[in-house]
């Protein structure tokens, strides 16, 4: 036998092999290969989706705190952009801007911040978890995404939401990120999901996203897309060029 080939190998591909083949089967089964499944990293990925989607309810919450538990620190990964575009709404308070949603969507429509504010609120103290350590608790106010949903009317054949932030003339800068990403519609449905535009009885700080941005609840902080303008739904995201926007090193599915 080669010496590479050691029992110890064989055994861990055999293992890695049978998952991925499980992650193939799960998703094909129900529908939930991931938008990456098809890659190495994908198989992976689309075997934790699915356990995860198959062994939870759809509608199962993650774990929510008392208000003496919210953080004295709530660190971000990036300041506010400092562009001038971005200022200018800043200065005014937003108030030419609105949230677009097409696509797959019978009544596209646009939402300015006052269209938000008159929809029922929801407000939900929960653990924003990040992998890169900057995970504090905090209390989120906004619209369900789901009732936002129910005002254009989702198209059967929408599969996924795209959350598309403000264009962002310092990507290059290493010092401001703005990623689209996109989320399934068992997450955009959830009841916990919100496009959150108040944080912690205040208004959404500029250095966490304002005017609104995504929060989800059952989600790695990655996966909470800031500065929000448009929100598109579609059956596949190949016209996007990719599962995530400026970082192809983060996987698609960011559950907790």
């Not at 992998?131 to 599969?159: C, M, N, Y």
């Not at 208004?203 to 800031?226: E, F």
């Amino acid at each position: 036998m080669d010496k590479h080939l050691t029992r110890r190998g064989l055994i861990t591909a055999g293992v890695v092999g049978a998952a991925g083949l499980g992650a193939g089967a799960l998703g094909s089964r129900y529908g939930l290969l991931t938008p990456d499944g098809h890659s190495i990293e994908g198989l992976g990925e689309s075997f934790t989706y699915s356990v995860q989607r198959l062994l939870s309810s759809g509608q199962s919450l993650a774990r929510e705190f008392t208000r003496d538990r919210i953080s004295k620190v709530h660190p971000t990964n990036g300041p506010a952009p400092k562009d001038a575009a971005y200022r200018a709404m800043l200065a005014n308070g937003f108030k030419d801007w609105s949230l677009k949603v097409e696509g797959l969507v019978s009544r596209p429509a646009s939402f300015s911040m006052d269209d938000l504010k008159r929809m029922p609120a929801d407000s939900h103290i929960i653990l924003q978890a990040c992998e890169q350590g900057w995970s504090f608790i905090a209390e989120w106010t906004g619209v369900r995404l789901s009732h936002i949903l129910d005002q254009v009317g989702v198209k059967p054949e929408a599969r996924f939401v795209m959350f598309v932030p403000f264009p962002n003339p310092q990507e290059h800068t290493g010092i401001v990120r703005l990623f689209w990403d996109s989320i399934d519609m068992a997450e955009a449905t959830h009841p916990q999901t919100l496009i959150a535009y108040g944080m912690n009885g205040d208004a959404l700080p500029a250095d966490h996203g304002a005017p609104v941005r995504l929060k989800l609840a059952r989600q790695l902080g990655y996966k909470n897309v800031k500065y929000l303008q448009k929100l598109v739904l579609v059956d596949s995201m190949d016209k996007f060029g990719g599962t995530r926007g400026g970082n192809s090193a983060a996987t698609w599915y960011g559950g907790i």
